[in-house]
């Protein structure tokens, strides 16, 4: 992920080729010892024998009076972003730069024993092995301004310094061609490897393993060879033939992962079930070939060697006519003539924004985070952490991403059954990722961030401005009117959004964290897209969807996500002192403590343990959950905390023994809740294609019922939802929104919104005019 680069963007114009200069500081803040294998812990990956017995965190760092930090000095570029020096240059939690990848990738296949072997190898994923918390937090204490000594303890010895933080590693997963089978690569790299720009220096190989009866996520690069392989074999061609289609470049064949729905569907075979799609002959650009499903044609292709192994014509469906209504462009919607009354709205910043960035540090109003970036789950918020006046910089959350999503269909007909995709363990969330300078989805001043990843053959590939980081006025703050003297205070409220957009086959999805100055963090995704839909016979109409155009119906289905929350709410770094707690909403029953039958009351309930912890939202008695320190308390002598409040949401309408539910069984609940640890990180496994183990993630990790009544915590929120189509959703289905919030509760001892300045005078708009309306901290609005 890019973060030299300071790609600043004001309404989405194309920015220039400049960039910023980053002023340097030397890292004196660090001494040069040599025990420096006493900071990184268990994370390290050095020998047991390089560590004293007898070593501990505490007698890591020296005294914070004795050292004299660096001051986080800062520039101001020609754009207006505040960029704070920086110390070193790959922070532990950076994404793996693109020589980075080059040098694992090239580690891995040099070690390969034969040519055969080497050659056959495919590299699914190359990722950063995070390193332990108590190397984030020795990094962000002396290594990384702003430099915060307050993460880790003082001791009255006076700690060591390390002279230079463990060594970075990558973790490849691997698919071998040749052998069918996967495995896991770790890498150690080093700061010259991470410089290197060719990719030529080599790495070290730490460890592989092959993992047994597993198929990795499937690649672009395999469904376009896919496409290319059921196009050309003659009995699809004669099938297609049968429907009027004799030009292939017409067909559109969509290579989905087979799931698991019997023996047949095991791991020895790496499968798709490709669904057919047909264009229109037009001359619009975007032909939009999903207005067209090919239905009652059967393939199953053989990934490994690239070859169809079952092919079977078993109905003869018409293709649906073509619908007038089924593009999009400009020009060709509905009577080819589009809007014209919607006048320019423009977000300018002219003093710049409001945040300040150094590589991939944000801080802003208070928060302060870091941005990662992974192939499987796209975005990944780092290190949450508020600035709370005298208390100091105080934790929320060690990490924050989506790390699964399943769209299970409610249709029992094929192909439709066995459309359960898991867009992020199949797939991958940021592998699908949008470039937004294609098509830019944010306005006002943006500073964008690139994404690097392996692609299938072990080449780098980079999906520029990738992640939009930018501010947003989000209507009022709060306000007030004193009706006995008519004065009145309003605030404007400001939040920073952090977001990514992919495509998975048809549908868009964005993914938003949105960071607000009364001390929330709202979750948020954006579906938009197509509708994947299915053709009908004339005169045939189904009760397991919506008939949108002629011979053209769209099923229901459903849209689930799972956010993972690694949670630290005023935990330093190797603290658990957190626990969650239920609260539920009751009505008082009626006697002498409710005379008038009016009282309710909140109840709180401890989640003790994991299997206690297996919980589902429920409106009817605004259920929350609270996670607590269990060692701090705000000035009413209250825990500290935060709540989570779900937004809209549900669970999964299949039967108890629906099959994608054997791979699926985290659904079953919209909250879980674990104790940290560091490889349970995918709610249904690491390779969920294919899976043929039942339960396996999260369903069977909390079977072990760890006790949560004082831990780090670790939470799974499940949230959904049900999509019965409408005529309005087609031939592009509007932004529906769904999330959660993360809210302080008892955190601060008043609210953090209170000392927000109000706003400049409003302009009065007259007549045609157009006025501009200043808004706190440089935004402006053109209205």
């Given at each position: 992920m890019a973060s030299t680069q300071e790609k600043t963007t004001p309404c989405c114009i194309p920015k220039t080729n400049d960039k910023t200069k980053k002023s340097s500081s030397s890292s004196s803040s660090t001494e040069v010892l040599q025990n420096w294998s006493l900071a990184v812990g268990s994370g390290s990956g050095l020998s047991e024998d390089s560590v004293p017995k007898t070593a501990?965190?505490?007698?890591?760092?020296?005294?914070?009076?004795?050292?004299?930090?660096?001051?986080?000095?800062?520039?101001?570029?020609?754009?207006?972003?505040?960029?704070?020096?920086?110390?070193?240059?790959?922070?532990?939690?950076?994404?793996?730069?693109?020589?980075?990848?080059?040098?694992?990738?090239?580690?891995?296949?040099?070690?390969?024993?034969?040519?055969?072997?080497?050659?056959?190898?495919?590299?699914?994923?190359?990722?950063?092995?995070?390193?332990?918390?108590?190397?984030?937090?020795?990094?962000?204490?002396?290594?990384?301004?702003?430099?915060?000594?307050?993460?880790?303890?003082?001791?009255?010895?006076?700690?060591?310094?390390?002279?230079?933080?463990?060594?970075?590693?990558?973790?490849?997963?691997?698919?071998?061609?040749?052998?069918?089978?996967?495995?896991?690569?770790?890498?150690?790299?080093?700061?010259?490897?991470?410089?290197?720009?060719?990719?030529?220096?080599?790495?070290?190989?730490?460890?592989?393993?092959?993992?047994?009866?597993?198929?990795?996520?499937?690649?672009?690069?395999?469904?376009?060879?896919?496409?290319?392989?059921?196009?050309?074999?003659?009995?699809?061609?004669?099938?297609?033939?049968?429907?009027?289609?004799?030009?292939?470049?017409?067909?559109?064949?969509?290579?989905?992962?087979?799931?698991?729905?019997?023996?047949?569907?095991?791991?020895?075979?790496?499968?798709?079930?490709?669904?057919?799609?047909?264009?229109?002959?037009?001359?619009?650009?975007?032909?939009?070939?999903?207005?067209?499903?090919?239905?009652?044609?059967?393939?199953?292709?053989?990934?490994?060697?690239?070859?169809?192994?079952?092919?079977?014509?078993?109905?003869?469906?018409?293709?649906?006519?073509?619908?007038?209504?089924?593009?999009?462009?400009?020009?060709?919607?509905?009577?080819?003539?589009?809007?014209?009354?919607?006048?320019?709205?423009?977000?300018?910043?002219?003093?710049?924004?409001?945040?300040?960035?150094?590589?991939?540090?944000?801080?802003?109003?208070?928060?302060?985070?870091?941005?990662?970036?992974?192939?499987r789950e796209g975005l990944v918020i780092y290190s949450v952490a508020y600035i709370d006046g005298s208390r100091g910089r105080r934790p929320v959350a060690h990490r924050l991403s989506f790390v699964e999503m399943v769209v299970p269909y409610g249709d029992p007909n094929a192909p439709h059954y066995r459309k359960n995709a898991f867009d992020a363990g199949e797939d991958g969330l940021g592998k699908n990722a949008h470039s937004l300078k294609k098509g830019c989805d944010c306005l006002g001043y943006i500073k964008y961030f690139d994404a690097h990843f392996t692609n299938f053959t072990g080449g780098v590939e980079t999906i520029e401005n990738c992640v939009c980081l930018h501010e947003e006025d989000h209507g009022i703050l709060w306000k007030h009117q004193d009706w006995r003297t008519g004065l009145a205070e309003v605030r404007r409220s400001r939040r920073l959004t952090v977001s990514f957009v992919c495509t998975v086959a048809n549908y868009e999805y964005g993914f938003f964290w949105h960071f607000y100055q009364d001390g929330k963090i709202e979750a948020e995704v954006k579906l938009t897209g197509i509708l994947s839909l299915g053709a009908l016979q004339p005169g045939e109409t189904r009760k397991y969807g919506t008939t949108i155009a002629p011979g053209l119906y769209a099923p229901v289905h459903q849209h689930f996500f799972v956010a993972r929350m690694d949670m630290a709410v005023d935990c330093k770094p190797g603290e658990a002192f957190n626990q969650v707690v239920e609260v539920n909403l009751k009505v008082e029953e009626p006697g002498k403590d409710n005379v008038h039958n009016n009282a309710f009351y909140a109840e709180e309930e401890l989640l003790r343990s994991e299997l206690q912890s297996m919980r589902d939202c429920n409106p009817l008695t605004a259920r929350h959950w609270i996670i607590r320190n269990t060692r701090n308390v705000n000035r009413t002598g209250q825990l500290t905390g935060f709540k989570l409040v779900p937004g809209s949401n549900c669970l999964p309408l299949a039967g108890s023994e629906a099959k994608f539910l054997r791979r699926a069984a985290f659904l079953k609940h919209n909250l879980w809740v674990t104790p940290y640890a560091p490889e349970e990180m995918y709610p249904g496994g690491e390779f969920p294609n294919q899976n043929p183990r039942v339960g396996e993630g999260l369903a069977t990790w909390v079977k072990q019922n760890r006790s949560l009544e004082e831990a780090d915590i670790v939470l799974w929120y499940v949230f959904g939802v049900t999509h019965v189509p409408r005529l309005e959703d087609w031939p592009v289905m509007p932004v529906e929104h769904i999330g959660f919030m993360l809210m302080p509760h008892g955190f601060f001892n008043c609210s953090p919104a209170i000392d927000v300045p109000p706003s400049a005078t409003d302009l009065e708009l007259k007549d045609n005019d157009i006025a501009t309306k200043p808004i706190q901290n440089g935004m402006i609005a053109k209205l």
């Open positions: 501990s965190m505490a007698a890591l760092i020296r005294s914070a009076e004795t050292i004299e930090d660096p001051p986080a000095t800062k520039t101001t570029t020609s754009k207006g972003i505040s960029i704070m020096t920086r110390a070193q240059t790959s922070h532990p939690l950076d994404p793996l730069s693109a020589a980075e990848i080059s040098v694992a990738v090239a580690t891995v296949r040099a070690a390969g024993a034969t040519p055969e072997v080497r050659d056959s190898m495919r590299f699914v994923e190359v990722v950063l092995v995070e390193p332990d918390k108590h190397v984030v937090a020795l990094a962000d204490a002396y290594f990384f301004p702003p430099f915060q000594p307050s993460l880790l303890p003082r001791t009255k010895r006076g700690p060591v310094i390390p002279s230079k933080l463990p060594p970075r590693r990558a973790r490849l997963v691997v698919y071998s061609k040749r052998s069918n089978e996967t495995s896991i690569w770790i890498v150690q790299l080093s700061e010259v490897h991470a410089a290197t720009r060719g990719g030529h220096h080599r790495g070290k190989v730490i460890s592989s393993k092959v993992v047994p009866d597993v198929q990795p996520p499937m690649d672009a690069m395999e469904y376009a060879e896919c496409e290319a392989v059921v196009k050309d074999f003659p009995l699809f061609q004669e099938a297609m033939k049968k429907r009027g289609i004799e030009d292939m470049d017409l067909v559109m064949v969509d290579a989905w992962c087979a799931g698991y729905h019997s023996d047949a569907d095991a791991p020895s075979r790496r499968l798709a079930k490709p669904l057919i799609f047909c264009r229109t002959e037009s001359d619009c650009p975007m032909e939009n070939g999903y207005a067209r499903p090919v239905e009652g044609i059967h393939v199953l292709v053989d990934m490994q060697n690239m070859v169809v192994i079952e092919f079977e014509d078993r109905k003869l469906v018409p293709l649906p006519p073509a619908d007038p209504l089924r593009n999009y462009t400009a020009g060709e919607t509905r009577g080819g003539v589009d809007r014209s009354d919607v006048k320019p709205l423009q977000i300018i910043q002219p003093e710049g924004p409001s945040f300040r960035i150094n590589g991939n540090f944000i801080a802003w109003q208070k928060w302060n985070f870091r941005i990662g970036f992974t192939p």
